[in-house]
Nanobody, 122 residues
Framework: QLQASGGGLVQAGGSLRLSCAAS????????MGWFRQAPGKEREFVAA????????RYSESMKGRLTISRDNAKNTVYLQMNSLKFEDTAVYYC?????????????????WGQGTQVTVSS
């Protein structure tokens, strides 16, 4: 089970840190990813990290403004988002992949959280 949190309302240029807590004892065997979906748009990849944390991948459109990290002792993955823009407004979902690759492909993810709303005011 994945529980995302940390979303909220922020002004453009601000920052947010999302968290995703996972249940289970094998968290480090899963790659973790973040995706987002804005109203009327398809779900898109944001960032991913391998199970050990030594490999990361970022969306080209948000690269430079994101940092994904994980704490395997706490079964938690984080997404630090800086310099937020109005167009970053979306529901952000965390997901877990048994492949353990930091993949941007949504179909490679086996488990999904419920999402957390991020709203950026212009």
């Amino acid at each position: 089970q994945l529980q995302a949190s940390g979303g909220g309302l922020v002004q453009a240029g601000g920052s947010l840190r999302l968290s995703c807590a996972a249940s289970g004892r094998t968290f480090s065997r899963y790659a973790m990813g973040w995706f987002r979906q804005a109203p009327g748009k398809e779900r898109e990849f944001v960032a991913a990290i391998s199970g050990t944390g030594d490999s990361t991948r970022y969306s080209e459109s948000m690269k430079g403004r994101l940092t994904i990290s994980r704490d395997n002792a706490k079964n938690t993955v984080y997404l630090q988002m800086n310099s937020l823009k109005f167009e970053d407004t979306a529901v952000y979902y965390c997901a877990a992949s048994r492949s353990n690759w930091a993949t941007s492909t949504a179909s490679m993810y086996d488990y999904w959280g419920q999402g957390t709303q991020v709203t950026v005011s212009s």
